[in-house]
C-alpha cells in the first residue's frame, strides 16, 4: 500500500486522536477525585510537552480555595508551568482541560504560546451548571494575532459527568457563579 502524504495525515490525526482521548481521560480520573473531597470541581487542566509526551503538571479550578475569581483550572496550570520552565512561554506544550476553556482562559492560552488546546465538555456543558460567557475558544483563537489549535470536544460526555456527579451538584449550589435565573426589571 502505498502512504501518501494525506494518507499519512490521516493516520497521524488518528493517532493524535486516541492519545488525546487517552490523556483526556487521565484527567478526567484525575478531576474526579476531587467529588470525595470538601471542595469537588469539575474543572482540570494537564500540560504535556507537544512532541515528546512528557507531562508537565496537572492541576484543578482554585477559584474558592484560593479566592481568586481568575484561578481557572487553565490559568492556574499556565502559571504553574511557566514557573516551573521559568519562562513566560509555553510554545511547543499542549494543554487539556476538561472543560472548553472560558475567553480569559482562553487569551491567557494564547499568550503564552501553547501549541494546542484539547477540551472535553463544552461551553454550554458548563453553563447549565454555572454562569459562563458564551464565547467559543476558537473563536478568542481566529480573532488574535497569536496561532493555536483548539481541539474539542473530546470524551464530552465522561468530562460532563463530573458536572453531574451527585457531590459536584451539592457544591454547585453553594457557589456564586452558580446559574441562576435572572429577572429583568419589567418581569419584577
Known amino acids: 500500500m502505498d502512504v501518501t502524504p494525506a494518507t499519512s495525515r490521516r493516520v497521524s490525526a488518528k493517532a493524535q486522536l486516541a492519545l488525546d482521548e487517552v490523556r483526556m481521560a487521565a484527567l478526567a480520573a484525575f478531576t474526579a477525585r476531587s467529588m470525595k473531597t470538601e471542595r469537588p470541581v469539575p474543572f482540570g487542566s494537564s500540560i504535556y510537552h507537544t512532541k515528546t509526551g512528557e507531562m508537565l503538571l496537572q492541576t484543578l479550578n482554585a477559584v474558592a480555595k484560593e479566592n481568586d475569581p481568575s484561578s481557572h483550572a487553565e490559568v492556574k496550570a499556565i502559571r504553574l508551568a511557566t514557573k516551573k520552565r521559568k519562562s513566560p512561554s509555553l510554545a511547543g ?4 482541560t476538561t472543560c472548553e476553556p472560558c475567553p480569559m482562559c482562553m487569551s491567557t492560552v494564547l499568550w503564552a504560546g501553547l501549541d494546542r488546546v484539547v477540551y472535553g ?28 489549535k483548539v481541539v474539542g470536544p473530546v470524551l464530552r460526555a465522561q468530562c460532563y459527568a463530573l458536572f453531574t456527579h451527585p457531590n459536584m451538584l451539592r457544591a454547585f449550589s453553594t457557589w456564586t457563579t452558580r446559574k441562576t435565573k435572572f429577572k429583568t426589571k419589567s418581569q419584577k
Open 93 to 96: 506544550y499542549t494543554l487539556y
Open 121 to 148: 465538555a463544552t461551553i454550554e456543558d458548563a453553563s447549565n451548571h454555572c454562569n459562563q460567557i458564551h464565547i467559543h475558544a476558537v473563536e478568542v483563537a481566529e480573532r488574535s494575532d497569536m496561532a493555536c
